[in-house]
Structures are given as structure tokens and as C-alpha cells.
């Protein structure tokens, strides 16, 4: 994958990972039957790196790949897969390959492989001002208090609290190496909401 004078990304089993040697491959997305825009993006990342290197399709139920190519068009014939359910198998599993990419939408799922690529359609929704004073709070409170341990007690109960009103964005998203969107609309949001840089890469439409 590369970058041409227009941000734009593009993927070339030719460069960059393809020339380090045969990757084991995780794609991830657990909506793989609904046939939709995601699984189009996600399936054609397939067809092209399954060409050089072992991908294995990563979701809830298996998807057939004369359904895939009917409906969608990208042939993912030399893909295996592996059910995985939950964000935590998700997270558990990528461990297993030397390049996870997450194409899940809003996932929250964190990469352990060697590198790992997230395919953003769209980041979330902005916090209102209230939101983000009170995320900003209870992050600032969890990084002081530190982690519940122990027992019951009064200072677990208030670690307890400020968990509850501090999602894990920042947590996952620093687990991945590249990001890449699928326009400047997201890559826009992108950097605002999770404060990363990402690369536009224009679903195969």
C-alpha cells in the first residue's frame, strides 16, 4: 500500500508487506453476510492479498465465496476462516497473525499481531460538550486512581465509577500501526476524534 500526491492509499501486494515474505493474514468483520459496503471493502482486501500471502476471514458465521463473488464481486476462493464472535476473541485471535486488519464497523477490538491495520467507514458519533468534559474527567480521575485491585472499599468504588464514564478509545486505537478511510469525510473525523493520521482508501465501488 502506498500513498499517491492526493493522500489517496492503495493497495499493492507488490510493496510493502509483499515483499517481506508469505504474511499470515487476519481480516476481521462481523457482518460478513449482511453483503454490505464493509464486506465489499473487506473482501477485496482479501482477493488482493490472498494472491501473495495466507488470509484467513475472521467473523461470527463462515461466508461462501460463490455468494461473496455473486453479490459483491471480489473472489475470496483462497481465503480460509476462523469463527470468531465476541471483540475479546477478536483481540485474542489477531495475536496469531503477523497483519490483523479490523474492517469491523465501530470496533473496538485491539490488535496484538505484529502490525495491525484499521479500515475506518466512520469513527462515532462527536461527543456534546457535556460528554466530552465528562469523558475528559473520568479519564483524568482513572489515570489518578489507578485500576480497581483488592477488595471492596470505598477508593475501588470511585475507580469502579470513573471506568464506567471512560471508554476505551485511546486503548485500542493506539494498538494500531495504520489507519485508512474510506474517504477525506472520515479521514477528517478520524484525526479529530481519535487524534490519528490516516490514509484514504476509496471503497471498490
Given at each position: 500500500m502506498e500513498g499517491t500526491d492526493h493522500g489517496v492509499a492503495r493497495i499493492d501486494p507488490a510493496v510493502g508487506v509483499g515483499q517481506v515474505k508469505r504474511l499470515r493474514i487476519g481480516i476481521y468483520d462481523h457482518h460478513w453476510l449482511t453483503f454490505g459496503g464493509g464486506e465489499q471493502v473487506d473482501g477485496s482486501l482479501a482477493e488482493v492479498l490472498s494472491a501473495a500471502h495466507h488470509v484467513t476471514l475472521l467473523g461470527p458465521r463462515p461466508v461462501s465465496?460463490?455468494?461473496?463473488?455473486?453479490?459483491?464481486?471480489?473472489?475470496?476462493?483462497?481465503?480460509?476462516?476462523?469463527?470468531?464472535?465476541?471483540?475479546?476473541?477478536?483481540?485474542?485471535?489477531?495475536?496469531?497473525?503477523?497483519?490483523f486488519i479490523n474492517g469491523a464497523f465501530l470496533s473496538r477490538a485491539r490488535n496484538r499481531a505484529r502490525v495491525g491495520w484499521y479500515y475506518?467507514?466512520?469513527?462515532?458519533?462527536?461527543?456534546?460538550?457535556?460528554?466530552?468534559?465528562r469523558h475528559t474527567i473520568a479519564r483524568t480521575a482513572a489515570r489518578v486512581l489507578g485500576p480497581v485491585s483488592g477488595g471492596p472499599s470505598r477508593l475501588n468504588t470511585l475507580r469502579a465509577l470513573a471506568a464506567a464514564h471512560c471508554d476505551d478509545t485511546e486503548d485500542f486505537v493506539d494498538t494500531y500501526q495504520r489507519f485508512l478511510s474510506d474517504s477525506r469525510?472520515?479521514?477528517?473525523?478520524?484525526?479529530?476524534?481519535?487524534?490519528v493520521s490516516s490514509d484514504v482508501l476509496y471503497p471498490p465501488v
Open positions: 465465496a460463490p455468494a461473496m463473488r455473486d453479490r459483491l464481486g471480489p473472489d475470496i476462493s483462497r481465503c480460509d476462516f476462523e469463527p470468531v464472535r465476541t471483540t475479546d476473541e477478536a483481540t485474542q485471535i489477531s495475536a496469531r497473525f503477523d497483519l475506518v467507514m466512520f469513527p462515532g458519533a462527536p461527543r456534546s460538550g457535556r460528554e466530552s468534559r469525510y472520515t479521514a477528517h473525523w478520524v484525526r479529530e476524534l481519535w487524534r
